[in-house]
């Protein structure tokens, strides 16, 4: 295998790691999401942040997340966490694809991915959050590393090497 390949291969498969661990972070969130009413959920998290809410009055972050919390409904919590279970079900599935070099993953992660950003995108235009462009260049970066190791292993099955 070629250094180039062998660096660009490696940094892959960290890459999928990372997106299959958001996977099963997304299905935990949706799990929490759906099985949590609003009123548990503010609860934890008032004992969370109870320490900063005590400490410093003026919290804007962690009194934003108890307003945020409370005011959530139950449609948008049922929304939120059917959401975040695809979208944990389908990087693990990718990911498990990739992993296993079915050459079918490699064009439908693409495919995914580029959806994500151009939504990523969309969000940033709206919102102009700058945390937004992290996610958009990480990405990115996946969907390069998917599009180099798809070429490798098409070249590979041309050249009777796969």
């Known amino acids: ?3 180039h390949h062998k660096l660009f291969h490696n940094l892959f498969k960290i890459t999928i790691f ?3 661990m958001a996977g099963v972070f997304e299905i935990l969130g949706g799990i929490i999401l759906l099985f949590f009413a609003t009123k548990p959920l503010e609860y934890v998290l008032d004992l969370i942040l ?3 809410l005590v400490s410093y009055r003026g919290d804007l972050i962690a009194n934003a997340i108890l307003s945020f919390v409370s ?4 449609n948008v919590q049922i929304f939120g966490a059917i959401a975040l ?3 944990g079900a389908i990087n693990i599935l990718l990911v498990f694809g990739l992993w296993r070099r079915k050459l079918w993953a490699f064009p439908a992660a693409s495919i995914i ?3 994500l950003i151009l939504y990523q995108i969309y969000k940033l235009y709206l919102s102009q959050a700058i945390p937004i462009v992290g996610f958009i ?3 990115m970066l996946i969907l390069a ?3 180099n190791e798809y070429r490798y292993h098409i070249l590979q099955h041309h050249n009777g090497g796969g």
């Open 1 to 3: 295998m070629h250094f």
């Open 18 to 20: 990372l997106k299959g």
């Open 50 to 52: 109870s320490h900063e």
């Open 71 to 74: 005011d959530i409904s139950r």
């Open 85 to 87: 279970l695809a979208f």
């Open 113 to 115: 991915l580029i959806a």
């Open 137 to 139: 260049v990480f990405d």
């Open 145 to 147: 590393l998917i599009l």
